[in-house]
């Protein structure tokens, strides 16, 4: 079951979802798709902006609350989802998007992001993934391969196992799982709109090349295909998980948990909670 959307009556175009702001990203960087992608779902979805959030915490990827045009909430490194996730409770008359990148989802984050998963608010998390500390100059992330040794940071690599965030998400119980690539932004777009419409969490995993520390990921349009089938079945889920090779793009999960999700309270009986407790 998708969620209603409150649509406005008029045309929006992607456009009118750009704050105007020029972004300060790297040339190329695939952070670029991102926010096209976002403001091209936002549009079809005709939601108005002011019923958006946008929630991030620190890094390349998290200023792009900022360049949206909607409520943004930039806080600090690794607590995009616990805010976004008490946003969503307390205004579930909002759209609420939280992003982040690889560090900041997956290692300073992980904990808010295993029980993000569990709880099931209607969160639509998008995870910036290039394997690598772009910001502070590009040391190995949670998803950087033990064998890379291109960082100046870290000469000799790490030997440490990648962080697999789709197989943790189906673990921690999310609903709705997709990767997607920035160098398809109508392919992201659409899974985004998916995502909104989600009536819970939905993760995606997005590989956004970093064209700066990590050069050679300006080859995953060669690399990345299409390739999920997707499923309500976890153990199917799993098997494709196993099977594939980082670069299966698509809806790998979806699972009706409306019966499960958050109960919406009006927004009076809110205040009325909020009044309760004001001294």
Same mark, same amino acid.
């Given at each position: ?11 929006? +175009?992607?456009?009118?979802? +750009?704050?105007?702001? +020029? ?23 005709? !939601?108005?902006?002011? @019923? ?11 200023? !792009? ?52 998963? *569990? *709880?099931?608010?209607? /969160?639509?998390?998008? /995870? ?8 502070? +100059? ?51 777009? @659409? ?14 995993? !997005? ?56 109960? @919406?309270?009006?927004? @009076? ?11």
């Amino acid at each position: 079951m998708n969620l209603p959307i409150h649509s406005v009556d008029r045309p929006c +175009k992607p456009k009118d979802y +750009k704050s105007g702001l +020029k972004p300060v990203w790297c040339p190329g960087c695939g952070d670029f798709g991102v926010l096209n992608a976002v403001t091209k779902a936002l549009s079809t979805l005709a !939601i108005p902006s002011h @019923e958006v959030a946008f929630i991030s915490g620190i890094g390349c990827s998290s200023r !792009i609350p900022a360049y949206t045009r909607s409520y943004g909430f930039h806080g600090a490194h690794g607590r995009a989802l616990p805010v976004a996730t008490g946003l969503a409770l307390s205004r579930p008359d909002l759209t609420v998007l939280a992003a982040g990148g690889d560090g900041d989802g997956f290692s300073i984050g992980g904990n808010h992001f295993l029980h993000a998963c *569990r *709880r099931d608010a209607n /969160v639509t998390y998008l /995870v910036m993934d290039n394997a690598v500390y772009g910001m502070t +100059k590009g040391q190995p992330s949670p998803t950087t391969e033990a064998g890379w040794d291109e960082s100046q940071m870290q000469p000799d690599g790490t030997d440490q196992a990648p962080f697999q965030p789709l197989e943790v998400a189906l673990a921690a119980g999310c609903g709705f799982i997709a990767r997607a690539f920035s160098g398809d932004p109508n392919g992201l777009a @659409e899974l985004i709109s998916e995502g909104i419409r989600h009536p819970g969490f939905a993760f995606l995993q !997005i590989l956004s090349p970093c064209p700066t520390f990590r050069p050679e990921q300006m080859q995953y349009k060669k690399q990345v295909h299409a390739g999920f089938r997707e499923t309500a079945n976890r153990g199917e889920a799993y098997q494709q998980l196993l099977e594939n090779d980082g670069f299966t793009t698509g809806l790998l999960y979806r699972q009706d948990v409306a019966h499960r999700a958050a109960p @919406e309270r009006p927004i @009076e009986q809110l205040q009325e909670i909020e009044a309760a407790f004001q001294v």
